[in-house]
């Protein structure tokens, strides 16, 4: 109990990455379950564990139904913090073995990226954009939009993932820190998203349509 409490004040104590990097440098060796890195994130809330599994879709890595699990996951955060519910994952995702040592590789590949989008976000800057009912909704909504473009099965394209997981990553951090500024450019990495999404369609049906009409 007395280690639990000292971990949990040293992390209280770190910034966003620091906390992070101690999370992954403590986590277990062999597999481990979703439920068992929820139980890690206690203390520290959802938007912490939404950005620790949204650190995944940064870097590509080999996890068989890490994507699957983690998006799910989100998503389902994304839905509790909407209707200001408890987290509650159905027995078979939370169940869900991950190999650890594949996992912290990858994580570790992805804090280059997190300790950059950490450096961009400032405490307190266009406070409304956090402190309004209205515009807390939106960001709320935008959170889950986020993870339905990254559930899109999309993820053989490069940035697919990446430009929905930048967009949680500003959500969490912007609430966190209430930076308004970083939520605003998460709202602008779902319209990059959706934008890319409709080039990549519109593109490969101009392809396609192209194909059949060359045909004899």
């Given at each position: ?53 949204s ?27 909407l ?41 307190h ?26 559930m ?35 709202h ?29």
């Amino acid at each position: 109990m007395e280690n639990h409490i000292q971990h949990h004040t040293e992390l209280t104590r770190e910034s966003l990455g620091e906390k992070f990097v101690t999370i992954i440098a403590d986590m277990p060796t062999g597999d481990i379950t979703l439920h068992e890195i929820i139980e890690i994130f206690e203390d520290d809330g959802l938007l912490l564990l939404s950005v620790f599994l949204s650190l995944i879709f940064l870097v590509p890595i080999s996890v068989p139904g890490v994507s699957t699990v983690f998006s799910t996951a989100i998503l389902l955060i994304g839905i509790v913090r909407l209707l200001n519910r408890h987290l509650w994952l159905p027995v078979k995702i939370a169940r869900r073995t991950i190999p650890a040592e594949k996992l912290v590789t990858g994580l570790n590949k992805a804090l280059v990226w997190f300790h950059r989008l950490e450096k961009f976000s400032r405490p307190h800057r266009l406070p409304w954009v956090t402190t309004r009912p209205y515009t807390n909704f939106i960001n709320k909504l935008a959170f889950i939009l986020a993870t339905g473009l990254l559930m899109v099965p999309f993820g053989f394209i490069p940035f697919s993932n990446t430009l929905p997981a930048v967009a949680l990553i500003l959500f969490s951090i912007g609430e966190i820190e209430r930076d308004g500024v970083s939520i605003l450019t998460g709202h602008l990495a779902n319209l990059a998203t959706i934008s890319y999404f409709g080039f990549l369609i519109v593109g490969g049906s101009v392809t396609v349509f192209e194909g059949l009409r060359l045909l004899p």
